[in-house]
């Protein structure tokens, strides 16, 4: 029951981003993500917290990551250059870590492979 509490108080943060409001930067509440975003929950550092991934309307891609308090340190994970970036999470490759798939405004598919360490590899298709 708190994990799915928790996921309301990500949707509540989401939506807020979208009317312009702050979005968790290492607690605070002063970072915004300006316009329409994509976002997508999983757990991506497996330590039982569900993170936020965003894609942006400038191409940038976030992983917000839940420091279980109501808080969050948001991190640059890559840029897709071109466009809004649709996103999804999900384990392409079979490791048990969750990956974090977007697409730019060429169509081209692009793969952040989870390193497990909070750090991700990018592929392109
Ligand atoms: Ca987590
Ligand atoms: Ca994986």
Not at 15 to 38: F, H, P, Q, T, V
Not at 111 to 122: T, W
Request: proline share 1%.
């Amino acid at each position: 029951m708190k994990t799915y509490q928790k996921i309301i108080t990500y949707g509540a943060i989401v939506a807020g981003s979208l009317g312009l409001s702050g979005c968790g930067n290492e607690g605070s509440k002063g970072d915004l993500l300006i316009g329409r975003n994509y976002v997508a929950t999983a757990n991506l550092d497996r330590n039982n917290l569900r993170d936020v991934a965003i894609g942006d309307g400038n191409g940038n891609i976030y992983v917000l990551w839940n420091k279980g308090d109501g808080s969050f340190d948001k991190q640059h994970v890559g840029n897709m250059i071109i466009g809004r970036t649709p996103i999804a999470t999900g384990d392409m490759n079979g490791d048990e870590l969750e990956d974090i798939v977007a697409t730019d405004g060429n169509g081209k598919l692009h793969i952040f492979y989870n390193n497990g360490d909070r750090s991700f590899r990018k592929d392109q298709f």
